[in-house]
């Protein structure tokens, strides 16, 4: 077997990848979950399919900016609650 050079495996690679969504989106599973855990998976979605792809990532970002800040909160509630009992406790 020879060996490819760079321009030849990124062939091979973007053929492997075209070929996966496109068996993912023939069997009729969600190619734009596969493209949000797989980044290479995305030149092969359609244009609709990047379309919902911007927007799950989007509400993802959202989701977690929103648990960051839930987070935050407790904490600060935490640190509240200590603060009031060491001055209750004195």
Do not use: C, P, W
Not at 34 to 49: D, G, I, P, R, V
């Amino acid at each position: 077997m020879s060996k490819l050079n760079a321009e030849e495996r990124k062939a091979r690679d973007n053929e492997r990848f075209a070929q996966r969504v496109d068996e993912r989106r023939v069997k009729g599973e969600d190619v734009v979950a596969y493209a949000l855990a797989n980044k290479k998976a995305f030149k092969f979605l359609t244009k609709s399919e990047k379309h919902s792809l911007k927007e799950r990532q989007a509400a993802l970002l959202d989701e977690a900016k929103l648990k960051t800040q839930q987070e935050l909160k407790t904490k600060e509630q935490q640190e509240l609650e200590k603060i009031e009992a060491a001055f209750t406790d004195q």
